[in-house]
């Protein structure tokens, strides 16, 4: 009988629109004043297009909600790459409109003169001109006779740090950068290219020769730092310390070249990695010859300005390039190098009216998942210590939500001092090393600084750096150093969610979405982050208790990412504890907040980090009884056969 009601509404769906079962949707609108109902009638159409009604939702629900995505979208994709190309376009759009406008008021706005000139030295480009990087660093003692350190710590200042002995500035906590100190990296060793190998001031040695002589200093460097892989803990020492340890490097002069500092005092504290593995590079280094030293050091610092994210120079030597695909290469890499400067632009031209009542529905919602996971933590299901539970509330109390992912609470002058701090020239090269300069001045800069409140404002925010590689940009995540939640514009906007949204939809992909977020505080990996984005000893309290770890157990599957998958399971069942408050409800308003939650796996094959969207979405699904009861799967049927696993 169950099935028999399932094809009946199947039916009345394949008739036409008007004939969807929403005579009881709710159409309500939580947290603004009105709902516009074009809006929303508008979505369910799309969402209704989408669905192959041919297929059994209880057999692959993937197959029934997604099934066409591919017919409409044959470029590929999802609706995540669809959203972040609109907002490229749109920094295209407001490019083009201002060059060709020169009364147009944006030209007023801080930095966008800057962003200006940026942008059209990088379209002007044709082709790359690596030695240019080079003429364009601070004038360079002589190669034959300076120290190996003298240029690694210039190179430092563009946040270049990956081989010899690496410093480097980096987030710590909610509150604090810190200096990081490493041996030698003997992962990653050196390409040398024809055109790495050109721009070198090599002085008539061969490409061969000077590869094998860079190869054999690799092989000697990796032969003596083998690092601890076992013991990857940073320790605490003081620059005191260090130099006691170490008295074989200049530290202090590094330190001040690198970090544009006129001190650092002995007491200044580091966070230090295998401090003897340090100590032997550098008796090893001390000894070889200069030149071949300072060599390899340009090298590898070209290789590591062409391997950038979003370099244009990289598609540019790969593939002939029409002017629109360099025009959007280069905004791509704007958005990754000057990620403040293009945060603010798209805030003040795009999305500033849009800012109350998004922020009004979004953090509302964020405080109801909040409250209901703080009950769900007080049921103690793992039989957790009480001290333990009372730190994971706090944790998820604390947790904060940034919508644009912008500095809160700043005035106007806060990014007139960025555009001061920031310097443009003439070409591509000269920028961009400007631009890696200005973020990488700025961080040292943040951890030396004493005034807690000026910090609090850069610490509002995740200042993505100019090296993050992946698209984190396109979708929301949990930072964990911040206990922050960061939702990207490319999310802020249809298909994922709108202010006038019904219920059925609003909470379909926000609530699911944030849910699966703020469950990351809790994955086995992040878990261990307290309120604050210190690590506590969280993993090893929980492993005492049976069962939480039967809980892992269940969920952990060697073919699947198990951090992605206990988010998505404890996520969306926080959602629907969130939303779903009475049976009534979910009857007339399930499907849509099914089809909802689905768009956003449509079309995604799955990465590094995730599993493909049709196993994660289905998995998810015949966790929750709800799904099947909704959909009147029968038991046995494959959305409704899974064991069910308890975690958060
Ligand atoms: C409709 O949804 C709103 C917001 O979620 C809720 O407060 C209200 O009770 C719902 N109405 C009905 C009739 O279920
Ligand atoms: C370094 O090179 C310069 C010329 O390029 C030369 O005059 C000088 O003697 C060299 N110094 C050493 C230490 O080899
Ligand atoms: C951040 O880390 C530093 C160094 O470990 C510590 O002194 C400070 O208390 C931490 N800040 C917070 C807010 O926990
Ligand atoms: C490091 O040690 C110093 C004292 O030696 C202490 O003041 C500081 O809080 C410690 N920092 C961390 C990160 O533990
Ligand atoms: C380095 O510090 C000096 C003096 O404080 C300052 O004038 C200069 O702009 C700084 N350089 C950079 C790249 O920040
Ligand atoms: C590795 O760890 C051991 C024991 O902690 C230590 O003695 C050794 O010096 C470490 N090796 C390096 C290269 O730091
Ligand atoms: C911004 O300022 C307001 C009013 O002073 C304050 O209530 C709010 O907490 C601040 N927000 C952040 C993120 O600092
Ligand atoms: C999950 O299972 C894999 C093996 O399948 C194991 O290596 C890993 O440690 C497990 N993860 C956790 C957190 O238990
Ligand atoms: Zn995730």
Not at 365 to 370: C, D, G, H, P
Not at 403 to 431: C, I, L, S
Not at 438 to 461: C, H, I, R, V
Request: hydrophobic residues 35%; proline residues 4%; negative net charge.
């Amino acid at each position: 009988m169950a099935c028999g009601l399932r094809i009946i509404s199947l039916l009345l769906l394949s008739i036409s629109i008007d004939a969807l079962p929403t005579y009881h949707l709710n159409q309500s609108c939580p947290y603004q004043s009105q709902c516009d109902p074009s809006i929303n009638w508008q979505h369910i159409r799309r969402l209704e297009s989408y669905v192959r009604r041919d297929v059994d939702p209880c057999v692959d629900f993937y197959a029934y909600a997604c099934g066409n995505w591919r017919r409409i979208h044959s470029e590929g994709g999802t609706a995540t790459t669809i959203s972040e190309a609109q907002i490229n376009q749109r920094f295209e759009d407001l490019f083009l409109r201002l060059l060709q406008d020169p009364l147009a008021q944006e030209h007023g706005y801080p930095m966008q003169q800057k962003l200006l000139t940026h942008y059209q030295s990088c379209t002007a480009l044709t082709s790359p001109n690596l030695r240019r990087y080079l003429q364009l660093l601070p004038p360079l003692p002589p190669l034959n006779a300076s120290h190996w350190m003298e240029l690694v710590s210039i190179l430092g200042r563009y946040g270049y740090h990956d081989h010899f002995v690496q410093i480097e500035v980096r987030h710590h906590n909610i509150s604090q950068h810190m200096i990081f100190i490493q041996p030698h990296n003997h992962n990653q060793n050196l390409d040398l290219t024809r055109e790495i190998y050109d721009a070198l001031p090599h002085n008539g040695i061969g490409f061969a020769q000077l590869k094998e002589m860079f190869s054999v200093l690799e092989s000697h460097l990796n032969r003596l730092a083998k690092p601890n892989i076992t013991d990857d803990s940073f320790h605490n020492l003081t620059l005191e310390q260090i130099r006691r340890t170490v008295p074989e490097l200049d530290w202090l002069g590094a330190l001040k070249r690198q970090l544009n500092r006129s001190s650092v005092n002995a007491d200044h504290s580091f966070q230090v990695d295998e401090l003897s593995a340090i100590r032997q590079v550098i008796l090893y280094l001390n000894r070889q010859d200069r030149r071949l030293l300072n060599l390899y050091s340009l090298a590898r610092f070209l290789s590591h300005l062409l391997q950038l994210p979003h370099n244009p120079l990289e598609s540019l030597s790969s593939a002939l390039m029409s002017s629109k695909s360099l025009s959007i290469a280069c905004i791509r890499h704007m958005r990754r190098t000057l990620y403040l400067p293009m945060i603010y632009a798209y805030e003040r031209v795009y999305y500033a009216q849009q800012r109350p009542s998004d922020e009004r529905v979004i953090h509302s919602v964020f405080t109801e998942l909040k409250d209901q996971l703080v009950q769900t933590l007080d049921q103690n299901n793992f039989n957790l210590d009480r001290g333990l539970v009372k730190a994971l509330q706090t944790k998820v109390l604390g947790m904060r939500l940034n919508v644009g992912n912008v500095p809160r609470n700043v005035t106007e002058d806060f990014f007139w001092a960025t555009d001061r701090n920031w310097k443009v020239g003439h070409d591509f090269h000269e920028n961009h090393l400007n631009s890696l300069l200005y973020y990488y001045s700025l961080t040292a800069e943040l951890e030396g600084n004493p005034d807690a409140t000026e910090k609090a404002l850069w610490y509002s925010f995740n200042n993505h750096s100019p090296d993050l590689t992946d698209n984190i940009d396109a979708t929301p995540y949990f930072y964990c150093l911040g206990n922050i939640i960061i939702i990207p514009y490319s999310y802020a906007q249809l298909p994922f969610y709108h202010s006038e949204l019904w219920p059925a939809m609003l909470y379909g992909d926000l609530a699911n979405t944030l849910g699966h977020e703020m469950l990351h505080a809790f994955d086995t990996d992040l878990v261990d982050y307290d309120v604050q984005g210190n690590m506590r000893d969280y993993s090893e309290q929980l492993q005492q208790q049976p069962l939480y770890v039967e809980a892992v157990k269940c969920l952990n599957d060697s073919s699947v990412v198990l951090n992605e998958r206990t988010s998505d399971v404890s996520g969306s069942r926080l959602a629907f504890r969130t939303y779903m408050k009475d049976t009534q409800s979910w009857q007339s308003n399930g499907r849509y907040y099914f089809l909802q939650f689905s768009h956003f796996f449509c079309g995604d094959e799955g990465d590094r980090y995730h599993d493909m969207g049709s196993t994660r979405l289905n998995y998810a699904l015949s966790q929750m009884p709800e799904f099947a009861a909704y959909f009147h799967c029968a038991r046995g049927t494959p959305m409704n056969s899974a064991e069910q696993c308890q975690f958060w």
